[in-house]
């Protein structure tokens, strides 16, 4: 029997709701992206953030039960709705929303955490193509908020071996974009803009490659200031580093450091834990160099790795639906939770 999965995700800026059918397959998948509101702003408002979910979520509910042919929420079997790690005021605008369709329908409500959301994105089948349910599997989660390596030893089991220990992968590309003056949000832009770059004009570090005692750890702010006093001695030299050509070859420069680590870190890890398969996800690894980069070096290795295609990397709420049915399937969740007893949790951990 089929079991259906009706999910919400609102930890950030995108108002998300999906269904997804046994963990793997996609009914409906609908998001409201803000983008363009934070925009303006140049980053991310949380009470902007916030409002604007209040505005979009019923819309988008309606419309993720409708594209799964669902006529009421009770036609669902499950409920899920991301708890945490994400801006408070945001995550409560799902968890609300949840809870009253929870109360509606009858239906048990999993709480699900945004990174372990990413992680089982991995697991959505499309064009047929999936992660296997091969272990242990080192998984690399690379998102604006997040830069994690974590050891998953089975379904919902897992061991992190390292995470930044400042910036973000996405918040190093989003405020590296910012300094070449590329916009909002900066991976998309760095990526569009290093297309025609040289990246090996620029020689910028890579941070954390030979620390042994941070071996699996990363850290992107060095990298960040590295762009930032390139760009002051290009001016002092009478350049500046916004023209769209130099600008390519800072941008290519910077994107290569990134993904040259993100990947040589990774790698690693697989070799160090025997992994018999790889998974990268998260809104970074959306990004074409790393993807390249990373497919070349699981060749090479002769390992498994399963990257989700470019709608299931950024946010949503399908990979929450997902999430929800390996703990469903793989915890005693189902016996323990009470959904309308959920709070929020803004800095949860996965593990
Ligand atoms: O996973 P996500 O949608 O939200 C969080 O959970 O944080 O990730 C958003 C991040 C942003 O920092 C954005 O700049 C980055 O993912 N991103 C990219 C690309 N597309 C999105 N970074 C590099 N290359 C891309 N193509
Ligand atoms: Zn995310």
């Known amino acids: 029997m089929t079991t259906r999965i009706f999910a919400i995700e609102t930890s950030c800026d995108e108002t998300a709701a999906a269904v997804v059918a046994d963990g793997r397959d ?4 609908q998001v409201a992206s803000q983008i363009e509101i934070h925009r303006r702003f140049g980053g991310i408002y949380p009470e902007v953030a916030s409002r604007q979910h209040v505005l979009a979520i019923q819309t988008v509910v309606q419309d993720a039960l409708a594209e799964a042919d669902l006529s ?9 709705v991301t708890h945490g790690p994400g801006l408070a005021g945001s995550l409560l605008v799902g968890v609300n929303m949840a809870k009253g369709l929870a109360l509606a329908s009858g239906r048990p409500l999993i709480p699900v955490n945004h990174l372990e959301g990413h992680v089982y ?3 959505i089948r499309v064009d047929g193509r999936t992660a296997e349910d091969l272990f242990p599997t080192v998984v690399l989660i690379v ?3 997040h830069t994690e390596l974590v050891l998953m030893e089975g379904h919902c089991r897992y061991r992190c071996l390292g995470s930044t220990l400042d910036d973000a992968a996405g918040e190093a590309f989003d405020k590296v974009a910012r300094l070449l003056g590329l916009g909002f949000p900066g991976g998309p832009a760095i990526q569009q803009a290093g297309e025609s770059g040289d990246p090996q004009r620029f ?3 890579r941070p954390l490659m030979q620390a042994q005692e941070h071996r699996f750890n990363f850290s992107f702010s060095g990298l960040k200031t590295a762009v930032l006093h390139l760009a002051r001695r290009l001016e002092q030299e009478g350049l500046d580093p916004r023209e769209p050509r130099l600008a390519a070859d800072i941008a290519a420069s910077f994107q290569a450091a990134v993904a040259e680590v993100l990947v040589a870190k990774t790698m690693d890890a697989a070799r160090a834990f025997r992994a018999r398969q790889i998974c990268i996800c998260g809104g970074v690894s959306a990004n074409r160099v790393l993807r390249s980069l990373a497919h070349a070096q699981a060749q090479e290795m002769g390992l498994p790795l399963h990257i989700p295609p470019l709608f299931l990397c950024t946010d949503n709420a399908a990979m929450i639906a997902a ?3 390996y703990r469903a399937t793989y915890t005693e969740i189902l016996d323990t939770v009470d959904g309308m007893a959920m ?9």
């Not at 996609?26 to 998948?29: G, I, V």
């Not at 009421?72 to 899920?80: E, F, K, S, V």
């Open 26 to 29: 996609l009914l409906s998948n």
């Open 343 to 351: 709070d929020i949790h803004a800095n949860l951990p996965l593990a």
């Open 121 to 123: 994105s991995n697991w």
């Open 143 to 145: 998102s604006g908020g």
């Open 72 to 80: 009421w929420i009770g036609q669902a079997d499950l409920l899920a």
């Open 203 to 205: 020689p910028l570090p």
């Open 323 to 325: 999430a929800a049915h």
